[in-house]
């Protein structure tokens, strides 16, 4: 569910023409013909679909994990996301990025419900990024409001903008991550995480 846009007669998210005619524009500078049949309406739904892309605008990441839970039973253990499936678009060419992210924290006084860390990485992966400051947004999100004793996150993704044109390399990955806390300080839990993440 997208928040913050108005919606048309039909239930489907109003497009304004402004919107729609830069679409058209751009087809005719990619050199097709925008009146054809089969991409007259595909303005619109480009339109919609980059709203669906970025939805993550609309929405504060944080209020993911402002509900956490303190009675974790002496759990005082790695806590891990392993390889969540993304998608978002890089900012430079607006081209797909498709992914997976591990996120692990290890706890001081509290956890959030497992799902939250998967919601956080959309939200900010549901904008145009890179995926450098992607994994670190993500990092230290949890950081500032799980106050854990430590953080990690690794993202492994592929460029649209890298495989589809430029050099084409496709099956080429980049991986970049973020440590923080003790597994930034702390070499034998930063291994730790890094082998349950399977790196
Ligand atoms: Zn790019």
């Given amino acids: 569910m997208i928040e913050d846009v108005e919606l048309g007669e039909d239930g489907k998210i109003a497009v304004p023409d402004h919107v729609a005619e830069a679409v058209r524009t ?3 500078w990619a050199g097709d013909d925008p009146t054809r049949e089969g991409l007259f309406d595909t303005p619109k739904r480009v339109a919609r679909a980059w709203k669906e892309y970025c939805q993550g605008y609309g929405e504060d990441p944080s209020a993911h994990l402002s509900r956490t839970f303190q009675e974790v039973g002496g759990y005082d253990e790695i806590v891990l996301l392993r390889d969540i499936p993304f998608q978002s678009h890089c900012e430079h060419h607006m081209a797909p990025i498709t992914g997976k992210a591990s996120i692990a924290y290890l706890p001081k006084d509290r956890v959030v419900g497992i799902s939250k860390l998967a919601r956080v990485l959309n939200g900010f992966a549901k904008r145009l990024q890179v995926q450098e400051r992607l994994t670190a947004e993500v990092a230290q999100c949890i950081w500032e409001n799980l106050h ?7 993202i492994e993704a592929q460029h649209g ?3 589809g044109r430029g ?3 496709p099956g080429v990955g980049m991986v970049t991550s973020r440590l923080l806390g003790c597994f930034l ?3 034998r839990s930063r291994k730790e995480v890094l082998s349950l993440m399977g790196y």
Avoid: F, H, N
Wanted: glycine content about 6%; aromatic content about 0%; hydrophobic content about 40%.
């Fill in 167 to 169: 050099v084409r390399t």
């Fill in 148 to 154: 854990p004793q430590g953080v990690a996150v690794v």
């Fill in 185 to 187: 300080d702390d070499e």
């Fill in 26 to 28: 751009l087809i005719e």
């Fill in 161 to 163: 903008c890298m495989t």
